[in-house]
């Protein structure tokens, strides 16, 4: 069945570094790819969607590209802040969209000041 | 601001109770999904209603079960609480009236303790 991996966490970053969290899928056909983030004490919240091949999402600085000769999707933000601290999770649904979501693990990232 | 709410908030039950966890959307799509987080896990999905009927379920037992309302808020219930049942309950409804390709809106969830 379909599938997620994401980098192992928990990610420390000084503030202004540069984030990357990987994020490679397996999945039969063009699945729709997704960065969801859940800050704490809170629900999910989508960060970004790409739904074909080489197609780049992208919000609030951060970015991922779709990427199926690699099967991944690894999310990137160049300069991070305290205030995205949080647990992000990597997320595929098949591109008939009648499955459900299906999620990494999370990566947990710490920014310090 | 996702539109969906959930509750209650936190909850405690003992093993071998039920349990009611409510979900509503303002965007009255008729799709909600439900989706189970265990600590430190991505969130694995239960169930999905459309149209008040049950539209495709995960690997979960029959002792979890919902409903769907007319005004589209919805319901999940588990019976039998065993101590792997800890965990937080979203519930999820479509930017649209679409399938899962939509953006999901994620409620902030119902934190579920078993003791």
């Known amino acids: 069945g379909d599938s997620v991996t994401q980098m192992e966490g928990p990610v420390t970053l000084s503030e202004e570094a540069f984030l990357t969290i990987n994020c490679t899928y397996t999945?039969?056909?063009?699945?729709?790819l997704f960065w969801y983030v859940q800050y704490p004490g809170e629900g999910l919240q989508l960060l970004l969607k790409?739904?074909?091949?080489?197609d780049k999402g992208s919000n609030k600085g951060f970015e991922a590209t779709y990427r199926k000769e690699t099967t991944s999707f690894h999310l990137e933000k160049g300069s991070v802040q305290v205030s995205d601290s949080a647990v992000y999770f990597c997320?595929?649904?098949?591109?008939?969209?009648?499955?459900?979501?299906?999620f990494g693990k999370g990566t947990r990232l710490s920014v310090i000041a | 601001e996702t539109g969906v709410t959930q509750s209650p908030t936190h909850l405690i039950k003992t093993r071998g109770q039920q349990v009611t966890l409510r979900c509503s959307s303002q965007?009255?799509?008729?799709?909600v999904s439900w989706y189970q987080q265990a600590l430190g896990q991505g969130p694995q999905f239960i169930f999905q209603?459309?149209?008040?009927?049950?539209?495709g379920r995960g690997n979960f037992p029959p002792r979890f079960s919902g409903l769907q309302f007319p005004n589209y808020s919805s319901e999940l219930n588990v019976n039998a609480l065993e101590l792997d049942d800890s965990a937080l309950y979203l519930c999820?409804?479509?930017?649209?009236?679409?399938?899962?390709?939509?953006?999901?809106?994620f409620g902030p969830g119902t934190r579920l303790t078993v003791l």
């Open positions: 997320a595929l649904s098949d591109s008939s969209g009648n499955t459900p979501l299906v």
């Open positions: 999945a039969t056909g063009y699945p729709s």
């Open positions: 790409a739904t074909k091949a080489d």
């Open positions: 965007s009255g799509h008729n799709t």
């Open positions: 209603y459309y149209r008040e009927e049950e539209n």
């Open positions: 999820a409804s479509p930017s649209t009236g679409g399938g899962f390709t939509d953006t999901q809106y």
